[in-house]
């Protein structure tokens, strides 16, 4: 006679125990088919037991290949954002704040130079006048004029910009002469 061999069965709570899952866990792996029952609320341990390392196994690749995707679409991402920026910047939508400074330390140096210039630019005219009225239309054009260096921006920038360009230019036709020395 064949000996029967015993398979000894173990309840969806030493299942738990083992895995390090609730028995609510156990009996959601059964509803999904990771682990099987062989009797109604009874588990072979070394076959469960491998059901749920395999189970396991699984989520990992799947956590590395999202992780993957979604490392790929950050990078294609940033290049798109990098490739915008250079369009804006060839375009002249976009400037660089070092030209920005540039221009703006200008602008308010010239500022500076128009009011620090008022006192001598208008003393002698101021000193033999007695009518209130026409030093202070006199002091008022002359700070007007001096507000006016810094409202006009656009002008000072596109001048800063051709500046630039023509220095550009300048220094390469100078390498073309040296490339031919």
């Known amino acids: 006679m064949a000996s029967i061999a015993k398979v000894k069965l173990y309840s969806a709570q030493a299942i738990a125990k083992l895995l390090n899952v609730s028995d609510r866990r156990v009996r959601q792996l059964r509803d999904e088919g990771i682990i099987q029952e062989t009797l109604p609320g009874l588990y072979k341990l070394l076959e469960t037991n491998h059901a749920y390392i395999d189970y396991l196994k699984g989520n990992a690749q799947i956590e590395e290949n999202l992780s ?28 660089e704040s070092s ?50 260096e810094l409202s006009d ?12 360009g023509e220095n550009g230019e300048e220094s390469k036709e100078e390498d073309e002469k040296e490339n031919k020395s």
């Open 99 to 148: 030209e920005i400074e540039e221009v703006m330390a200008e602008m308010l140096t010239n500022f500076k130079v128009r009011l620090m210039a008022i006192p001598a630019k208008l003393s002698p005219v101021l000193a033999g006048m007695n009518d209130k009225t026409k030093i202070y239309k006199l002091l008022q054009e002359a700070v007007e004029e001096g507000l006016n």
């Open 68 to 95: 993957y995707y979604e490392e790929r679409a950050k990078l294609v991402k940033a290049k798109r954002q990098n490739e915008e920026l250079d369009l804006k910047i060839r375009k002249k939508d976009l400037h």
């Open 153 to 164: 921006f656009s002008t000072a920038f596109s001048l800063e910009i051709e500046e630039e």
